[in-house]
């Protein structure tokens, strides 16, 4: 079974750090791409940042460029998403996301962005609160 277990939400002040983690379990990272989404309240889903497994450009939501950073470690099966500078409005729910290279996604614009992507497997979510 293709699983992801997501860890390292909590609740940080603005201008404080998190670090997400992402554990897959039952399938390898190495050839699927990479997402971290989120959902805040009364909102939709949005893309985050998103990465290709075969060197395709990473992209960024333009609101966390500079400040978000996705990453990955096959060895461990792990991805993460290391958030710096933290604003209330990153508060949300995030998930990850795989989407496996079979399924063509074109790039990770696509995966983040675009419509009717398959994603494999999604984590259980992980609240991130960003206050004062």
């Known amino acids: 079974q293709l699983q992801l277990v997501e860890s390292g939400g909590g609740s940080v002040q603005p201008g404080g750090s998190l670090r997400l983690s992402c554990a897959a379990s039952?399938?390898?990272?190495?050839?699927?791409?990479i997402g971290w989404f989120r959902q805040a309240p009364g909102k939709e889903r949005e893309g985050v940042s998103c990465?290709?497994?075969?060197?395709?450009?990473?992209v960024y939501l333009n609101t966390v460029k500079g400040r978000f950073a996705i990453s990955r470690d096959d060895a461990k099966n792990t991805m993460y998403l290391q958030m710096d500078n933290l604003e209330p409005e990153d508060t949300a729910v995030y998930y990850c996301g795989v989407v496996s290279e079979m399924n063509r996604v074109q790039n990770a614009r696509q995966m983040c962005w675009g419509a009717d992507v398959t994603f494999n497997a999604w984590g259980q979510g992980t609240l991130v609160t960003v206050s004062s």
């Open positions: 990465a290709s497994s075969v060197g395709g450009p990473t």
């Open positions: 039952g399938f390898s990272l190495a050839r699927y791409a």
